[in-house]
Nanobody, 122 residues
Framework: VQLQASGGGLVQAGGSLRLSCTAS????????MGWYRQGPGKQRDLVAD???????DYADSVKGRFTISRDNAKNTVYLQMNSLKPEDTGVYYC?????????????????WGQGTLVTVSS
């Protein structure tokens, strides 16, 4: 599965952004999907994930502020980010759950695709 994220930018604290990630291929609907964030000098963390049957889960740091959703007809997963904080700054990537592995405090994959940079100013 090839992935391309978009929608990042520069926003003031308290603002909102909506990220999109479009996947290639015909099997998108069968994959559990995740949004991952790599902050400056940090390992890549899982921010939110959504299963193929649309169950969602969030990192504690974003609960109540971020919403993950998917549109299988468009092969796209979204991340609506509200009440943004400077600590949300980083490059955001999406990936399929079966292409990532958690190891030693971070998430790794042989393939990440193009991420999108989110910068939140204070």
């Amino acid at each position: 599965v090839q992935l391309q994220a978009s929608g990042g930018g520069l926003v003031q604290a308290g603002g909102s952004l909506r990220l999109s990630c479009t996947a290639s291929g015909s099997t998108f609907s069968t994959h559990d999907m995740g949004w991952y964030r790599q902050g400056p000098g940090k390992q890549r963390d899982l921010v939110a994930d959504i299963s193929s049957d649309e169950r969602t889960d969030y990192a504690d740091s974003v609960k109540g502020r971020f919403t993950i959703s998917r549109d299988n007809a468009k092969n796209t997963v979204y991340l609506q980010m509200n009440s943004l904080k400077p600590e949300d700054t980083g490059v955001y990537y999406c990936n399929t759950a079966d292409q990532t592995v958690y190891y030693s405090g971070g998430y790794y994959s042989d393939y990440w695709g193009q991420g999108t940079l989110v910068t939140v100013s204070s």
